[in-house]
Structure formats: structure tokens, C-alpha cells
């Protein structure tokens, strides 16, 4: 999509902080990180959100969850991890190319939840 900011980062248009890509997945450093080492976790092909996505598009970004947090978990050392994904206005999605944040917790007053 031509005028979506993830597809743009995707190829390279808008630079980003990257964490991990691979042929169907990048994941990046959130732009304004809730806590250190907010990371989203992408598709490269466009889907709006997850009524959108195919099984086989959820499997591989299922596949790299673990070892994307676990680098977070390694370079940040937080005590524990949000995994979070938002669909739709209503359920406070902004961007509108699907995506995971993971969300490194650091503990009381860390700036999330
Ligand atoms: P949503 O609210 O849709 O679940 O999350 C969208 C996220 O994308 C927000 O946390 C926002 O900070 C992040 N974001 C928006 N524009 C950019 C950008 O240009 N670069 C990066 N790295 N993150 C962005
Ligand atoms: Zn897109």
C-alpha cells in the first residue's frame, strides 16, 4: 500500500530500528516506546489487521515471537513481557498494517499498564 507508513519501512522509505527480518517478518523499535525495547512485529505483506490475515501469515509470525523476545529479554533484561495487538478504531488501532507490539516490563511505573 502505497501510502502506509509500516509498507514504507518495509521498503526501506521510512528507517527504522531494526530488530529481526527475515523473507515475511520485520520487527522494529516502536517510535515512542511505552518502555524500553517496545518492538513491533510486522508482516511484510500488507493486511490491514487480523480479520485480514491468512493462518499461513499468523503461523510465521507465531514462529518468531519467542526469539524476538527473547533477544528483547537478553539486550533489555526486563522481568517480564506484554504481547499486544490492536484491531480496529475501536480497539485503538493507529496504524493499519497489522502488527504485535512486545512490550518489556520493568515494573511498577515502567510507563505501561
Ligand atoms: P497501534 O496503536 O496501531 O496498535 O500501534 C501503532 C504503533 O506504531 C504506535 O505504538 C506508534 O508509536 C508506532 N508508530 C507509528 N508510526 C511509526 C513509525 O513511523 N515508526 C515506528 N517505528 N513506529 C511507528
Ligand atoms: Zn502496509
Redesign the pocket.
Same mark, same amino acid.
Given at each position: 500500500m502505497s501510502d502506509c =507508513?509500516?509498507c514504507? =519501512?518495509v521498503n526501506g522509505e521510512?528507517p /527504522?530500528?531494526k530488530i529481526y527480518e527475515d523473507e515475511h517478518v520485520m520487527a522494529? =523499535?516502536? =517510535? /515512542?516506546q *511505552?518502555t524500553k525495547g $517496545?518492538t513491533?512485529i510486522i508482516p511484510k505483506i500488507h493486511k490491514e489487521n487480523i480479520f485480514e490475515l491468512t493462518p499461513e501469515i499468523a503461523s510465521h509470525l507465531f514462529e518468531v515471537v519467542p526469539k524476538i523476545a527473547n533477544a528483547l529479554k537478553k539486550e533489555f533484561n526486563p522481568i517480564g513481557m506484554n504481547l499486544? @495487538? @490492536?484491531n480496529g478504531e475501536q480497539a485503538?488501532?493507529? *496504524?493499519?498494517h497489522f $502488527?504485535l $507490539?512486545l512490550i518489556p516490563r520493568y515494573g511498577k511505573g515502567d510507563g505501561f499498564g
Open positions: =507508513i509500516f514504507k =519501512i521510512i /527504522s530500528a522494529f =523499535i516502536d =517510535i /515512542s *511505552v $517496545h513491533l499486544v @495487538n @490492536n485503538g488501532q493507529t *496504524v493499519f $502488527h $507490539h
